[in-house]
């Protein structure tokens, strides 16, 4: 619920602020660099020396007055003097002008808002893809982080509910401690009741064991589970989106060069297998002496020679 209220709220705050146009975002700028320039509290009226009632007329000779004091000819070498001229300039166009006048008295009267929309922001500082990318990562796993918080508590109160009444169902409405282990009943599913048909709901009912102070869920199989504040897990940024996506890929890379690695070697060893194959089915197959194909090319008839100019047979071995 309170996180439904909080989203609610930012989004009262969205629309408020993307209420503004692009005419109040320059009386912004001027009124920031007004006060940056002039000294804090000055006003556009007040820059003038004229009074917020003053009429249109009034504010044109006070505009002819601090033009001639502010021009850049008779304030050569000041610092900033263009843009105090051209400012001036601006001023009294806004103030000369009735909308853009009523527009300046509403804040003049009210304030100028703290806030001024992400659309202002954005237009003044132009953000670069990876700076929003940034942002809406570190602004998502943010509000994980702060789920994870509420849900943290709110596990922790039911874990102590539950062992609450399993002590109470074991020890009674004193809540004395009994020495041994007791087998009780916990309903988790809220007070017996009676459904929309009459019939009497007791609940969801579960197996517990008491034992001292230590409380332990009995499943089925007789195992005994420990019911304690280090059941619920508490929020981690470790285990925002962001850091689990960078830690999957991590493990993936590394059991992917594991898995290229043994490949590698595999291939490695089929190859030396191979070769010792090789040099062994050659050594086997030598013409050196007394081997099997050294006698039997020497059984081999032999072709004739050319021996002085005439072909004789050779002259076979006895």
């Known amino acids: 619920m309170k996180l ?10 969205v629309t408020l602020a993307s209420a503004w146009e692009k ?13 940056a320039s002039e000294g804090k509290g000055t006003t556009f009226y007040s820059w003038l020396d004229v009074p917020p009632t003053a009429s249109t007329a009034e504010i044109a000779r ?11 000819d008779k304030n050569p070498g000041k610092k900033k003097v263009h843009e ?23 804040f003049y009267k009210n304030g100028v808002p703290k806030w001024r929309g992400t659309g202002y922001y954005y237009s003044r500082f132009r953000p670069g893809l990876g700076t929003v990318i940034l942002f809406l990562i570190v602004l998502t796993s943010g509000l994980q982080y702060l789920v994870q918080r509420m849900n943290y508590k709110r596990d922790l109160a039911r874990i102590e509910s539950v062992t609450r009444e399993a002590r109470l169902a074991a020890w009674g409405a004193k809540m004395a401690p009994i020495e041994g282990q007791r087998k009780v009943k916990v309903n988790l599913g809220g007070p017996p009741r009676i459904d929309e048909d009459g019939n009497y709901v007791t609940g969801r009912m579960i197996d517990m064991v008491v034992s001292g102070d230590a409380v332990y869920i009995l499943d089925p199989t007789g195992d005994m589970h420990p019911v304690d504040a280090s059941t619920a897990v508490p929020a981690a940024v470790s285990r925002t989106w962001f850091i689990s996506l960078l830690r999957s890929l991590y493990r993936s ?15 490695a060893v089929g190859a030396s297998e191979s070769e010792f194959e090789e040099g062994y089915d ?13 006698t039997l090319r ?11 100019g005439k072909r004789r047979k050779a002259v076979r071995k006895r």
Do not use: C, W
């Open 23 to 35: 005419e109040d975002h320059e009386i912004f700028d001027l009124v920031s660099a007004v006060e």
């Open 4 to 13: 439904f209220l909080v989203f609610g709220l930012l989004a009262l705050l």
């Open 84 to 106: 105090r001229f051209a400012r001036l300039g601006v001023i009294a166009t806004i103030l000369r002008n009735p909308e853009s006048r009523k527009r300046y008295d509403f």
């Open 253 to 267: 890379m590394i059991q992917r060069s594991n898995s290229t690695n043994k490949d590698a070697l595999g291939v």
């Open 298 to 308: 020497e059984g081999v008839r032999q072709p004739a020679a050319k021996a002085g």
């Open 62 to 72: 006070a505009y002819r007055k601090l033009s001639m004091q502010l021009h850049p």
């Open 282 to 294: 050659s050594s086997a197959t030598s013409d050196g002496p007394g081997s099997g194909a050294a």
